[in-house]
């Protein structure tokens, strides 16, 4: 397995615009999470998704953040509208939960977000 | 309130001597404890794990960390350390409900 995916790498957009983050998670992973890493706060959980279902959203910012998880190879994370604050590293983890819990999280190489 | 903490921000060593790198917790339950790394440029890498059993968890690279329930502590260790071994490393422990909570992260110099 090619492990996590993100799209893009890096992206550079000016204050106002709308921003799509992608991730493709491991095949057969049922859990899904999205990350924001910045110098000043950490490694921030935004959002977890376990079978496509959103299950904790409290960590994203606020109405401007979305995500979507349509089917199960397959998620988003939107930000409209963008705003220099938002610039960060964005990662996606994906993991194989069982009834005991979710296990080990595998992340993507992550987003790299600059809002001008 | 639940969360990881980890007190240093660096830790220095020289190549070929012990590293530790200090994790501490507060959450309710009995917890997960994960170790992760990080290097420049790239996702965070599972190392190890705990969940039960022996307190003493090998996992990859050399490296090993120790569980303490008194001291709700899960250091991360590693006999002899090497240059490679530069990197971020970050503490997580994941409640009963799957929440997972990190810590700050902690800078690992290892000079020649």
């Known amino acids: 397995d090619a492990g996590v995916i993100q799209s893009p790498r890096h992206e550079v957009t000016e204050m106002g615009q709308e921003v799509t983050l992608r991730c493709k998670p491991i095949?057969?992973?049922?859990?899904l999470f999205w990350y924001r890493q910045t110098m000043m706060r950490g490694l921030e959980l935004l959002i977890y998704?376990?079978?496509?279902?959103?299950?904790?959203d409290s960590g994203m910012p606020e109405d401007r953040f979305s995500a979507k998880m349509p089917n199960a190879s397959f998620s988003t994370l939107k930000i409209q509208p963008s705003e220099p604050r938002d610039s960060a590293v964005y990662f996606c983890a994906s993991s194989y939960g069982t009834s005991g819990g979710v296990d080990i999280q595998y992340f993507g190489a992550g987003t790299r977000l600059s809002v001008l | 309130a639940q969360s990881v903490a980890q007190p240093e921000d660096q830790v220095n060593v020289a190549e070929g001597n012990p590293l530790t790198v200090k994790c501490t917790y507060s959450v309710s339950g009995n917890p997960y404890l994960f170790w992760y790394v990080q290097y420049p440029n790239r996702g965070l890498q599972f190392l190890l794990k705990?969940?039960?059993?022996?307190?003493l968890v090998k996992g990859s690279y050399g490296f090993e960390a120790e569980f303490n329930k008194s001291q709700t502590s899960f250091h991360l260790k590693k006999p002899s350390a090497l240059v490679s071994d530069s990197a971020l490393y970050f503490c997580a422990v994941r409640n009963n409900f799957n929440k997972f909570y990190f810590g700050s992260g902690t800078k690992l110099n290892v000079k020649p």
């Open positions: 998704f376990n079978n496509n279902v959103p299950i904790d």
């Open positions: 705990y969940i039960t059993g022996d307190n």
């Open positions: 095949s057969g992973h049922n859990s």
